[in-house]
């Protein structure tokens, strides 16, 4: 973890309009959006992405993130999911400050943000989970202690048997087919890639265990404790994993 003061991190800055609040790094890159109004929806279309990991676990019991950003995951997770336990881990502690700004939810019995190294974290799961989300990202982009292999071997050793990771990659990173590479190695075929519309990222699924298995086409029917709303959003993100997945098939 790098030194334990606030002054060996960037602070992140807030951009409103009137129709939405970002968390920025740099102007020219987003790191997280919410609507002011609708601050439990997913503004951004990788985030409806990774929440596809619903296909293969619609109800986890655990669930670890690393990268709080603005908490659009944490958020959405913790007021959709119910029933989940849900640990956020943050290394920023600027970022972290900003939780009331962007409406990220009290620490209660079953949601809880810590400041923390994702790495490290992993490394040292206190207990594996069922779903394990990675959205890592700094100043500078991908961290490489979130890249590395040994990160994805210790993700895998994380995970519950079945238990599915949910990677955000940058398509653009020039690294990022070794980091993929580095997730295949860690858990062999059980990988699926999904791109967005905008070719920005690639949202990686593994699973440790049987993707085939945990792979759920009964999922693309709206759970209950998703309003109808929420899942019209939701829903063209489930039909491309989908996509992806028949293709994946198919080959």
Known sequence: MPENTADAFVKPFVYETLTSKALHFTISEIQSRMQPQRPYALDLEYTQTMMAVLLFNNQPETLAMIGLGGGSLAKFCYHH????????????PHVIALRDEFKVPPDDERFKVRRGDGAEFVRFAPSPVDVLMVDGFDSEGQPPELCSQRFYDDCLDALQP???????????HRKHDTFLSRIRRSFGDEVL??????????????????????YKPTAMRRPRHIDAATWAELRPAFDKVAAAWAKRAAD
């Open 193 to 214: 890639v999904v791109g967005d519309a905008d070719c920005c990222n690639n949202i990686v699924f593994a699973c440790r265990g049987s993707l085939v298995q945990r």
């Open 162 to 172: 079945n238990g599915i990771l949910v990677v955000n990659l940058h398509a653009g």
């Open 81 to 92: 999911l119910p029933r989940t336990r849900i640990q956020v881990v943050e290394i920023n």
